[in-house]
């Protein structure tokens, strides 16, 4: 269940560290939570990587080039993220 997300313009290391910063903000003591990414070059930055290790959180990424490992992940922003950078609507 996603627990924190950031919307712009463009995809960046800002849009995803703060997403990241966002989601970890919402833990409690002891949780530490598996995060799916895909392999896009933002979460493979630095300070993306010192925050993900300084919370003790385990990434997951689908098998390269296997659709169907990143299917629900990939489901929930696709979507959205397709209709808003098109100019139209997300879906209900």
Do not use: Q
């Not at 800002?14 to 979460?43: F, K, Q």
């Not at 990587?49 to 300084?54: A, F, G, L, Q």
């Not at 003790?56 to 696709?78: I, M, Y």
């Amino acid at each position: 269940m996603p627990v924190a997300w950031t919307i712009g313009t463009s995809p960046n290391s800002e849009l995803a560290n703060r997403m990241l910063m966002d989601a970890c903000a919402t833990l409690g003591d002891g949780e530490r939570p598996v995060i799916h990414s895909d392999r896009g070059c933002h979460y493979r930055w630095p300070e993306w990587i010192r925050i993900r290790k300084e919370n003790k959180l385990t990434r997951s990424t689908g098998a390269k080039g296997r659709g169907p490992d990143n299917a629900a992940a990939e489901g929930f922003s696709a979507g959205p993220g397709r209709s808003s950078s098109m100019g139209g609507t997300s879906p209900a």
